[in-house]
Nanobody, 120 residues
């Protein structure tokens, strides 16, 4: 079992930046692929970014390429999402996730989510 806890959400103006962090705990939690998803108001949850166990491979949704960067620290057992040039359409609850496999399709474990609100 893996437990995931997000931090770093908040309110930011359009064009600003935020950094989300996810701390994992539990058995072998630093050995899994990690990801971020989000759910905007009235929409389905969608994939944002993923990173392989080694950190050498990453994948991004088209709508965040060039603006968001996913990273991980296996010693600290964390993975982060650095977000730049935020737009009101980025407003959503952001969830971190983990799975034994990469690429991640349906994560085995989820965090509780952290709210990101981008004002225009």
């Amino acid at each position: 079992q893996v437990q995931l806890v997000e931090s770093g959400g908040g309110l930011v103006q359009a064009g600003g930046s935020l950094r989300l962090s996810c701390t994992a705990s539990g058995r072998a939690s630093n050995a899994y692929a990690k990801a971020w998803f989000r759910r905007a108001p009235g929409k389905e949850r969608e994939f944002v970014a993923a990173i392989s166990t080694s950190g050498l491979n990453t994948d991004y949704a088209d709508f965040v390429k060039g603006r968001f960067t996913i990273s991980r620290d296996n010693h600290q057992n964390t993975h982060d999402l650095q977000m730049h040039k935020l737009e009101p359409s980025d407003t959503a609850v952001y969830y971190c996730a983990a799975d034994p496999r990469y690429p991640i399709e349906t994560p085995a474990w989820w965090g509780q989510g952290t709210q990101v609100t981008v004002s225009s």
